[in-house]
């Protein structure tokens, strides 16, 4: 897999804020452990009496990721004056980032040309091997040519043995 993001982005997923990455192959997102509003707030409001009974971390972390091949749909609609929802849709999911209105588009873009095949990121790519593994097995087909009419003139080659060569070459054109 691609080490490498692409794009990175916070937001806002199931109530915590989450760091999002879009690779080539795949979108990755983490949700940290941490306290939550609710608890600041009913903490505060207890005097610290309900932050000693529950504790300060809760179980809302995690990690997920959504391979770009699995992605159907990407959507986005409004949700206020500042804020855009951009649901992604795969396969028997569908999840929901909560960003600003110009990340959103720009969050949607790269995913709609991920999937589509035809994102910058994609094109700089090395070549598949097979393809370099051809150019490397079939040289230029004059210059061996120009190679053995030089052998043949050296005396290394016979006229029949630098014939036989020639057809050989010229019948892979």
């Known amino acids: 897999m691609d080490e490498n993001p692409i794009h990175t982005f916070t937001s806002h997923i199931g109530g915590k804020n989450a ?5 080539v192959d795949r979108v990755e997102w983490v949700r940290p452990r941490g ?6 707030t009913a903490g505060v409001m207890t005097l610290g009496m309900s932050t000693l009974v529950t504790g300060v971390k809760n179980g809302k972390s995690g990690t997920e990721m959504i391979p770009i091949r699995s992605i159907s749909s990407v ?5 206020g004056m500042l804020n855009s929802f951009v649901q992604v849709i795969t396969t028997g999911n569908a999840v ?6 110009k990340e959103a588009a ?3 873009d790269t995913l709609t040309r991920l999937m589509l095949g035809t994102h910058p990121a994609l094109t700089t790519r090395p070549a598949p091997e097979v393809v370099t ?3 490397t097995t079939h040289p230029d087909i004059s210059a061996q040519l120009t190679s ?3 052998l043949r003139d050296a005396g290394v080659l016979t006229e029949a043995e630098f014939t036989a060569k020639k057809s050989d070459l010229l019948s892979r054109m």
């Not at 760091?19 to 690779?23: C, H, P, S």
């Not at 959507?75 to 949700?79: E, F, G, L, M, S």
């Open 19 to 23: 760091t999002v990455q879009i690779y």
């Open 35 to 40: 306290i939550s509003g609710g608890k600041i």
């Open 75 to 79: 959507t986005t609609k409004r949700d």
């Open 96 to 101: 929901e980032f909560r960003v600003s209105h």
């Open 106 to 108: 720009a969050v949607k």
């Open 133 to 135: 593994a051809q150019a």
């Open 148 to 150: 053995l009419a030089a």
